[in-house]
T-cell receptor
């Protein structure tokens, strides 16, 4: 079974509007972390935001917030006030467990976001 | 800080050739890892290291070797390149294994 599922291969949003990128995950481990990375066309991987499984509040970083619904096993990324520079591929990733061997990141297949002017 | 650096940025190999992809970080991070990214896919872990002298296999280790003689450097060796190893390779590092990983710019490798 897929550990990380991103069901939206492509998304379009108008500049200045908000957009939600979906991510669901599958784990039986009570300790895990969820990450979002941005990959622009230039190819680098840019860390955006992190949510730990024990965190009580949803993570926020500037225009990025993570809508964490533990019971539904979803960790959606919300980008507010979209900008043209937000056009990129976005990856959701999960780290499971409490040991170094659990430190691998498992990535989803990504969502290509296009911001229209 | 330069962060995580990778060399070369681009490389073309012929089947059967060997080469080493270099990765270095200047942030005194203990944890380093190598991923590959194939078209239309997320990243998959090849090998990782939790500190100097300690390495372990990830999800797709076959055909690759690593070593970690210093905290700063974590080279990835392709022993006998195959077309299936055509990919973009990313090196990442973090302070500890549970911390956020930061990625290098990537190496685009083509094996003919």
């Amino acid at each position: 079974a897929q550990k990380i599922t991103q069901t939206q291969p492509g998304m379009f949003v108008q500049e200045k509007e908000a957009v939600t990128l979906d991510c669901t995950y599958d784990t039986s481990d009570p300790s895990y972390g969820l990450f979002w990375y941005k990959q622009p066309s230039s190819g680098e991987m840019i860390f955006l935001i992190y949510q730990g499984s024990y965190d009580q509040q949803n993570a926020t970083e500037g225009r990025y917030s993570l809508n964490f619904q533990k019971a539904r096993k979803s960790a959606n990324l919300v980008i507010s006030a979209s900008q043209l520079g937000d056009s990129a591929m976005y990856f959701c990733a999960m780290r499971e467990g409490l040991s170094a061997s659990g430190s691998r990141l498992t990535f989803g297949e990504g969502t290509q976001l296009t911001v229209n002017p | 800080n330069a962060g995580v650096t990778q060399t070369p940025k681009f490389q073309v190999l012929k089947t059967g050739q060997s080469m080493t992809l270099q990765c270095a970080q200047d942030m005194n991070h203990e944890y380093m890892s190598w991923y590959r990214q194939d078209p239309g896919m997320g990243l998959r872990l090849i090998h990782y290291s939790v500190g100097a002298g300690i390495t372990d296999q990830g999800e797709v280790p076959n055909g690759y070797n690593v070593s970690r003689s210093t905290t700063e450097d974590f080279p990835l060796r392709l022993l006998s390149a195959a077309p299936s190893q055509t990919s973009v390779y990313f090196c990442a590092s973090s302070y500890g294994w549970s911390d956020t990983q930061y990625f290098g710019p990537g190496t685009r490798l083509t094996v003919l």
